[in-house]
């Protein structure tokens, strides 16, 4: 796929941005109202002051989806002051790197921030409904996230 990643190259863009300024992750979908935000509250929660994050959508919705919100609150994570938000040149512009989740958003041209695509799993492919199902998604996003963290923190 043409925006995949490989960790090599978030390495060696992690090496490119110095100790005292936050490496900027933008996570983006379609609606900025699940899985970008998931995954921008998981690494958010994870506390580490060098990561700046932020999440958007290339076709924000009205709302966040409630599910997602009420996985995260599992988490102890509160999103409540959260909402869908839509991506901006000056967010790709700011961004060390820039994580599309999901196969429906597209970036514009022109993105020079190094682009990883997140293709989650979908339980409701199987007939997992609801809060079940956003469980499996949240924890598969957090696994993604934690796995990334780890990949910055030790660039």
Same mark, same amino acid.
């Given at each position: ?8 190259? #978030?390495?060696?863009? +992690? ?23 998931? +995954? ?54 700011? +961004? ?18 190094? #682009? ?26 957090? +696994? ?12």
């Amino acid at each position: 796929m043409p925006d995949d990643l490989t960790a090599t190259s #978030v390495t060696q863009n +992690a090496h490119m941005t110095s100790m005292s300024t936050p490496t900027n992750v933008v996570f983006v979908c379609k609606k900025n109202g699940g899985k970008s935000q998931l +995954a921008a509250a998981l690494l958010r929660a994870l506390g580490d002051e060098s990561i700046s994050v932020a999440s958007a959508g290339t076709a924000p919705g009205g709302s966040l989806n409630a599910e997602s919100v009420e996985s995260l609150a599992e988490l102890g994570i509160d999103v409540g002051d959260e909402h869908p938000k839509p991506l901006t040149s000056e967010m790709l512009d700011d +961004a060390d790197l820039v994580v599309v989740l999901g196969d429906e958003a597209r970036l514009p041209d022109g993105v020079t921030a190094p #682009v990883e695509r997140w293709i989650t799993d979908e339980p409701s492919e199987r007939g997992i409904t609801g809060m079940e199902r956003m469980r499996l998604v949240r924890d598969d996003i957090r +696994a993604r996230v934690a796995e990334l963290h780890t990949r910055l923190r030790d660039a």
